[in-house]
């Protein structure tokens, strides 16, 4: 053996080979510390995929039932449409609708609000052509309904008759008025009463001359 081998060998001292194999564990050790870092990622991020599905499903679910729909046929069944559309507690109603189309049900009466405008003998004439006449508001119930959401001037079926009285169309007496403060104006006959919609007051009926155009609500059970 020479001198050189002789030299590395000495210098390759026992230290430093355990050194090395130290390094090395450290290095496997770190390597396994990822493995399992990245191992319980994925798991973490399973479980809010499968949350997130799960979420997405109930809404999806929910949804439908609130856009569902009651069964349409030539007559109305409404022991039918609650067995097909059972309430939804707490969220919303499906009702049975038995009005025709571009009508409103409240209680039980169809509502029809125009979008043309006509004087108020016109009015009623083109609801009498629906099946229907002008509105008779009999109760505060009525008169919120018609009132809410809507925005514009209707005549409805209130009218200052021959005898020097404010009648409806059939000839009953008002139970109940709803007149806007100063109203109505001095009765004279040709005055007809309109409702204003979309108002915060439910007092909001105006008295106009019968030949004003304006918009009408239809009425027909």
Not at 35 to 46: D, G
Request: contains cysteine; glycine residues 4%; charged residues 25%.
């Amino acid at each position: 053996m020479d001198a050189e081998e002789v030299t590395e060998m000495k210098n390759f001292a026992p230290a430093e080979v355990q050194d090395d194999k130290d390094a090395k564990k450290d290095i496997m050790k770190g390597t396994k510390d990822i493995y399992r870092r990245v191992r319980l990622y994925k798991r973490i991020s399973a479980i809010f995929m499968v949350l997130s599905l799960f979420l997405l499903a109930v809404v999806l679910a929910l949804a439908m039932r609130l856009n569902v729909k009651c069964p349409e046929s030539a007559e109305p069944n409404c022991e039918l449409c609650q067995t097909t559309c059972p309430p939804l507690k707490g969220i919303q109603e499906c009702k049975c609708s038995e009005c025709e189309e571009d009508w409103e049900m409240f209680e039980n009466s169809c509502y029809f609000f125009s979008d043309v405008r006509l004087k108020w003998q016109e009015s009623r004439e083109a609801c009498q052509k629906l099946g229907g006449d002008l509105v008779v508001i009999d109760n505060e119930r009525v008169q919120r309904f018609l009132t809410e959401d809507r925005g514009l001037l209707y005549w409805i079926g209130f009218h200052y008759s021959e005898d020097q009285k404010w009648m409806w169309i059939n000839n009953t007496a008002p139970t109940q008025s709803f007149w806007s403060n100063g109203q109505p104006k001095p009765d004279i006959q040709g005055s007809c009463a309109l409702l204003n919609g979309g108002t915060s007051d439910l007092n909001n009926w105006l008295s106009n001359p019968c030949t004003v155009i304006s918009q009408y609500i239809c009425q027909k059970c």
